[in-house]
T-cell receptor, first 113, second 118 residues
Framework: AQSVSQHNHHVILSEAASLELGCNYSYGGTVNLFWYVQYPGQHLQLLLKYFSGDPLVKGIKGFEAEFIKSKFSFNLRKPSVQWSDTAEYFCAVNARNTDKLIFGTGTRLQVFP | EAGVTQFPSHSVIEKGQTVTLRCDPISGHDNLYWYRRVMGKEIKFLLHFVKESKQDESGMPNNRFLAERTGGTYSTLKVQPAELEDSGVYFC????????????????FGEGSRLTVL
């Protein structure tokens, strides 16, 4: 069965610190990979996605993620976080022929000024 | 363009009562999904509509949950009778499927309906 693991449940950083959130997935076939973000009081929104091609994907607000197929990983990174990045981040995967997403448990990020 | 809207935003009911959650997808989106997040756990798939048809309902917990999508527009998710373990946030999402391939790349989510069963 497909599954997604996010190892960091709660991350606390100061502004300007670098961020890396881990995501590993388990699936035998070809997948699409996503990071969604939920800011306080708002809906889930797409941060970035990987379908194929360059494994380094750039998303909104300076985020990027790297797909490493051999490690089944899709870690999210940002070189310098801001207070406004405080949110919950979800890694997700789907099989190539479906929109059905399998989510990780989420990582709550708190950024202090 | 209006996003996915869900109602109510928060519902508090007692065990054994009935609750109906509603989702209005983005206009023109054929795909509609229901997901649920129990506190502290992952967001789990419940079911998927394509227009008015249930494409996949493998995630529905049990027969106390009933989802409908009238005329391929809005959808309702009814829980009857509600149990304590049904508490959580119920998310609705929609997506386009212009090619009919079933892979569109992005789901648009509503803000969720928080259900508390006492």
């Amino acid at each position: 069965a497909q599954s997604v693991s996010q190892h960091n449940h709660h991350v606390i950083l100061s502004e300007a610190a670098s961020l890396e959130l881990g995501c590993n997935y388990s699936y035998g076939g070809t997948v699409n990979l996503f990071w969604y973000v939920q800011y306080p009081g708002q809906h889930l929104q797409l941060l970035l996605k990987y379908f194929s091609g360059d494994p380094l994907v750039k998303g909104i607000k300076g985020f990027e993620a790297e797909f490493i197929k051999s490690k089944f990983s899709f870690n999210l990174r940002k070189p310098s976080v801001q207070w406004s990045d405080t949110a919950e981040y979800f890694c997700a995967v789907n099989a190539r022929n479906t929109d059905k997403l399998i989510f990780g448990t989420g990582t709550r990020l708190q950024v202090f000024p | 363009e209006a996003g996915v809207t869900q109602f109510p935003s928060h519902s508090v009911i007692e065990k054994g009562q009935t609750v109906t959650l509603r989702c209005d997808p983005i206009s023109g989106h054929d795909n509609l999904y229901w997901y649920r997040r129990v506190m502290g756990k992952e967001i789990k798939f419940l079911l998927h509509f394509v227009k008015e048809s249930k494409q996949d309902e493998s995630g529905m917990p049990n027969n106390r949950f009933l989802a409908e999508r009238t005329g391929g527009t809005y959808s309702t998710l009814k829980v009857q009778p509600a149990e304590l373990e049904d508490s959580g946030v119920y998310f609705c999402a929609s997506s386009q499927d212009p090619s009919g391939s079933g892979t569109t790349g992005e789901l648009f989510f509503g803000e969720g309906s928080r259900l508390t069963v006492l």
